[in-house]
């Protein structure tokens, strides 16, 4: 019978409290000055923790381990109150920045649709909230997920596509900005079209005798399918439809449509939605499908930033579009998303990162001979090997997570001035930009995304039997991880992508000696003529001797990788043959990146680390990174004579593993400079005091309380006894006789 326990609570065989205590006490972090570090400035780690600070007392937005035991149907009514509570923060966050705003009624103010009394909120107004909510996705995914399609993929597809009048009519007088009156949904794949935009088969089709389009699924393949919101809350879409006028195909644009009606949550006509069903992980979010059949809207509806419909008063139309950045424009909203996966990969990691190597220093296992006391794991080497690698991503992650997010608004802010005064030259400056940020953040994305999802699988196995725990956050956080690894861009296509495009760059270099010193100078310094020359004379080499050549090794194989796929390309004439070595490029350029932001960042006044152990510590970490990825990839590192097979034995692998241990010495103070509280945990065996086995026992009780038949008495327990008896039974059929006489010779 199951029981509740007998054992004394208060009884202690194993402390692992002891070891956390002590690793605690000895470390020389100072743990405020890493925080900033990774937190970007002091400015925004006080914000982060007063969000955290109110998050985690939030009675509705807090979360516990009975999350982990919820049905589908929980999870969901779950998320709608959260995100009604979401909404009532975000008031108050614009409030917050907008200080002429408190004390106003906001809707009212940003409806009235007078710049003189409301301007038109900006990034900067939705600042604090955006950060609520990034904060918010790391202890329920699918909740940031939720607020995410409307605010970030059906919000920013209308300030990226929409008219200065289109973005003040859908975000401010109807109200979605503030999640108010209409709640959108941004419907781009299809059944039959994921990847590929350019081939979504929905039309949108110009009726020139009513003035309007005409939405319609023409096949089951065109069927709208994963789409976040649909299936029971989205009032409104952002849908990507063939524009055609007049019967010609203008190619994929943007259109409002209206789904339900927002008193009644009732369908249109011509909507017909369902929902997708049973998926990995998210189960909170309602993915739906869409289907139109006829479906009319106002000519007003289709977004008309770039590309407009044109009806004279002599009743001809015509099309214009602005190609510099109408292809660029229709990808917008989506780079939000590839930029918000960036700082996820940095949220995520800490919070598993923490867990893992908190377990790793309180969990005992074998002595190592009889009498003395079992070994933390955390002081077995391989155990070093396989945890403080993984330790070391999120802080990697972090800089170029905040320098991507900053370089992304400020962008987007440079794209809405330049298209807004139609300034022609600003305008090529800014697609010039937005072209490298879609470089960046297609391989950050894609790499982080892959990295995040290594990490959480390979802890959860440092973890052992526990880390199989659904109450110890790895197997639902890898559940809601790995949909990041697809959505918004899968990561195969978007390597290929990014990397065809810097290829590109290295050829124009290369062969025509091109760069752009003013856009290309920072992610793209390694693809300068010289020193490309540097590098294929032989004057640049690779060394291991000072902190920058643990980047500048980087480049110098991304020179010889790509130097190695043109060649190939020139002699196949096929740029799929070599798919797999641009997907490596991509991936070296992400890690590249992400040393050289941590480098640059860590050499600086704005480090804000001023304790020399501190420093020192964080140059550990940096160090460990590159060369645990030069030996991953040691195979490309020989292959293009970067390091020699004796280099990659004698120099990479010995400092590898000699770093491990030192590293080990910080490993409680780099996790606890993360500083997240337990609720942001959520995992008992990583809690702050280490106390793994009270906590971890104690949240499996609360969690699986006696059943209501009795002890360990479970309703189905006449299937059981059923089961268990059959024998007694077929002996009565056989006669008392037989069953003894079978009994006796069994016993014999």
């Not at 205590?21 to 405020?32: L, N």
């Not at 982060?48 to 381990?65: E, F, G, M, R, Y």
């Not at 106003?104 to 900006?122: I, W, Y």
Request: proline share 3%.
């Amino acid at each position: 019978m199951t029981r509740r326990t007998t054992i004394n609570p208060d009884s202690v065989v194993l402390n692992p409290q002891k070891f956390i205590q002590k690793e605690r006490a000895d470390s020389k972090i100072k743990v405020d000055q890493v925080n900033t570090f990774l937190e970007s400035s002091p400015e925004r780690r006080t914000l982060t923790h007063a969000l955290i600070d109110q998050i985690v007392n939030d009675p509705i937005l807090k979360t516990d381990t009975d999350y982990y035991d919820a049905t589908k149907l929980q999870e969901r009514e779950i998320t709608a109150k959260k995100i009604a509570r979401l909404a009532s923060y975000m008031e108050h966050d614009i409030k917050t920045v907008r200080k002429h705003f408190r004390n106003t009624d906001l809707m009212k103010e940003l409806q009235a649709n007078d710049p003189d009394k409301a301007s038109p909120l900006t990034n900067k107004d939705l600042f604090i909230f955006d950060k609520r909510l990034s904060l918010v996705a790391n202890i329920d995914p699918q909740l940031g997920t939720r607020v995410g399609v409307h605010l970030g993929l059906f919000g920013n597809c209308i300030k990226g596509n929409g008219t200065d009048e289109q973005i003040r009519y859908w975000l401010q007088e109807r109200g979605a900005t503030l999640m108010k009156g209409i709640y959108g949904c941004f419907a781009m794949t299809e059944l039959g079209h994921g990847s590929n935009v350019a081939q979504l088969q929905t039309r949108a089709v110009y009726d020139k005798q009513n003035d309007t389009f005409i939405i319609d699924t023409p096949d089951l393949t065109a069927t709208k399918w994963w789409i976040g919101g649909a299936a029971h809350s989205a009032t409104h879409a952002a849908v990507y439809a063939r524009l055609i006028v007049e019967g010609k195909d203008y190619g994929v644009k943007t259109f409002v449509v209206p789904l339900r009606d927002p008193s009644t949550f009732q369908l249109l006509a011509g909507v017909s939605i369902g929902d997708i069903g049973a998926k990995m992980g998210r189960d909170g979010i309602d993915n739906g499908w869409i289907q139109f059949r006829n479906v009319v809207i106002p000519r007003e509806f289709m977004l008309s930033r770039f590309t407009k419909v044109v009806r004279s008063p002599d009743g001809s139309v015509t099309v214009k579009t602005e190609p510099q950045l109408d292809q660029i424009s229709g990808y917008s909203a989506l780079l939000s998303g590839r930029v918000n996966m960036v700082m996820d990969s940095f949220r995520f990691g800490s919070k598993f990162a923490t867990i893992a190597v908190r377990y790793a220093v309180g969990r005992q296992q074998f002595a190592p001979r009889k009498g003395l006391s079992e070994t933390q794991l955390i002081d077995y080497p391989l155990h070093q090997y396989r945890v403080l690698p993984q330790l070391c991503v999120p802080y990697l992650v972090s800089p170029v997570a905040f320098k991507l997010m900053d370089n992304y608004y400020s962008t987007l802010d440079e794209l809405y001035n330049a298209s807004s005064s139609a300034d022609k030259a600003a305008l090529v400056t800014v697609s010039k930009k937005l072209k490298n940020l879609f470089i960046d953040s297609a391989s950050l994305k894609a790499t982080n995304t892959w990295l995040i999802a290594t990490l959480i699988d390979e802890l959860r196995q440092t973890c052992g039997g526990h880390g199989y725990s659904q109450y110890n956050g790895f197997g639902k956080g890898y559940d809601d991880w790995v949909v990041q690894c697809t959505w918004e861009g899968d990561n195969n296509v978007l390597s290929l992508t990014s990397a065809k495009s810097i290829l590109k760059k290295f050829i124009d270099s290369a062969t025509k000696g091109r760069f752009d010193n003013t856009l290309d100078v920072d992610s793209f310094s390694y693809l300068k003529p010289q020193y490309i020359g540097s590098v294929v004379s032989g004057e640049t080499k690779s060394s291991l001797k000072e902190l920058g050549d643990y980047t500048e090794i980087w480049s110098i194989t991304l020179i010889k990788l790509l130097a190695h796929i043109g060649t190939l390309v020139e002699k196949s004439r096929s740029i799929d043959s070599v798919s797999k070595l641009l997907v490596l490029v991509s991936k070296f350029h992400a890690l590249r990146c992400m040393l050289k932001t941590y480098y640059d960042k860590l050499n600086s006044r704005d480090s804000h680390i001023s304790d020399e152990i501190t420093k020192e510590s964080m140059w550990n970490v940096y160090k460990l990174f590159s060369l645990y990825f030069i030996d991953k990839h040691s195979g490309e590192f020989q292959q293009f004579k970067i390091f020699t097979p004796d280099q990659i034995s004698k120099v990479v692998q010995p400092q590898l593993l000699a770093l491990l241990p030192i590293v080990r010495k910080d490993c409680i103070g780099l996790t606890d400079s993360f500083e997240l509280p337990d609720a942001m945990l959520n995992s008992p065996i990583g809690y702050f005091d280490g106390d793994i086995y009270h906590n971890y026992f104690n949240e499996v009780c609360r969690n699986n309380p006696v059943e209501a038949d009795g002890a360990g008495k479970p309703s189905y327990h006449a299937l059981l006894s059923s089961m268990l008896g059959r024998g007694f039974e077929f002996d009565q059929k056989l006669g008392g006789a037989a069953n003894a006489e079978i009994l006796s010779k069994i016993n014999k």
